[in-house]
């Protein structure tokens, strides 16, 4: 009986689950690498979206900051599209299930598997004075995400995709052990944008924490900051735009950028700009971001401005969230031997 539950939940439709860190101004690189897709995914999925606030204390936050770039991303992600009638989408701190479920997987899984994570040897170089428990076990709180709602495909960029993996050993080991309880899920990445690089140096991927502001183009930028950012991009000494797959450089990224933008091939965009230079494809490249990113900066302004409605909103979807996540979690408890009250 209860495992029909969480199926009945999904209907005919497959489910959709991804979230983002509150850790700070949304980059260029979340929006075309997850949630230009995520808005996308609304028409054809059930879907579930989250701001993962758990997973943002694994880094010391200021807590003022922190909440305002809490209330700031939930209002930036209705400006892009995430529509509260058509998916649920809720601040993770606020369903306590995502926490409860994190320490049971936790202890299905192994310290070896957590040590070849990517993100957490990148991250534990990053902060060398603050490399936490928290930071170490951080998957099994993703796993906890996802396996809650039982979602079927997982949106995320490319550097996700490892967690992802993490997420289905752990479900299939539950599941080895105590019968079907789980969905084992499917990283869903994006064909373009799944990996766009920081403007000063392609070799490393632009992320909302980086420490130089030109490396980054946030989505609230205004357009003169824009042009400047996309002016000062790193490229090499060519002059030719042209695509050459399998390196990092900083046209490749330009050319993905804009090619993700415009929805043109890389052939298409060396025709544009045969002849031309690097100087003129940068101010098409900055002018395309301004102009896909205007509709957006006015609806920030429009939510941001309406507190109460952000907070019916997030009330209201962590409450659905909560009575979805209590029944995968109750059956979880009941498989391991837990007495369930
Ligand atoms: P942090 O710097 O705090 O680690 P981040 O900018 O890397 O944050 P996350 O909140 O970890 O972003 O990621 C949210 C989503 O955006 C994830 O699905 C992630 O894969 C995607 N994403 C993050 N950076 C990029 C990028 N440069 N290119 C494409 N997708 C990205
Ligand atoms: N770890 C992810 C954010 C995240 C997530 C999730 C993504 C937390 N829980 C569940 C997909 C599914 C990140 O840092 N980008």
């Known amino acids: 009986m209860e495992a029909k539950k969480g199926n009945e939940y999904k209907k005919n439709k497959e489910t959709i ?69 058509k998916s649920l989408f809720f601040i993770q701190s606020h369903v306590h299930t995502h926490s409860e479920l994190a320490w049971i997987l936790d202890c ?67 599941n080895g052990i105590y019968g079907e ?48 950012k996309f002016k000062r991009a790193v490229t090499d000494s060519g002059t030719q735009v042209k695509f050459t797959p399998e390196e990092k450089t900083g046209i490749n990224n330009l050319m993905n950028i804009y090619s993700t933008f415009e929805n043109k091939t890389f052939d298409e965009i060396e025709k544009e700009f045969e002849g031309k230079g690097y100087g ?6 900055a002018e395309s971001v301004i102009a896909n990113l205007l509709p957006i900066q006015e609806k920030f302004k429009e939510y941001i401005s309406d507190k109460e409605y952000l907070q019916k909103k997030y009330r209201q979807s962590a409450i659905t969230a909560l009575e979805i996540s209590e029944n995968t979690l109750k059956r979880a408890k009941e498989k391991i031997g837990f007495i369930v009250n």
């Open 17 to 85: 689950f991804s979230a983002i860190q509150p850790s700070g101004a949304m980059t260029l690189g979340n929006y075309l690498g997850a949630i230009k897709n995520w808005s996308e995914l609304q028409e054809n999925y059930k879907c579930i979206f989250a701001l993962a606030d758990l997973h943002t204390i694994t880094v010391r936050q200021n807590p003022e900051n922190f909440r305002k770039n809490t209330i700031e991303l939930y209002a930036l992600l209705l400006a892009c599209g995430i529509n509260p009638e």
């Open 108 to 174: 299905y899984t192994q310290f070896g598997e957590l040590s070849r994570m990517t993100q957490f040897k990148d991250k534990s170089k990053k902060y060398t004075d603050n490399i936490n428990a928290g930071l170490f076990s951080y998957p099994a709180l993703m796993a906890a995400d996802i396996l809650l709602y039982g979602a079927d495909l997982i949106p995320v960029g490319e550097d996700q995709k490892q967690h992802v993996e993490l997420t289905r050993n752990i479900a299939q080991r539950f």
């Open 181 to 228: 309880t789980f969905v084992v899920p499917e990283a869903f990445i994006p064909k373009t944008g799944a990996r766009i690089m920081s403007l000063q140096n392609p070799k490393s991927k632009m992320s909302k924490s980086e420490l130089n502001p030109n490396a980054c183009i946030f989505l609230t930028d205004s357009q003169d900051t824009i042009i400047k």
């Open 280 to 285: 003129v494809f940068k101010t098409a490249v």
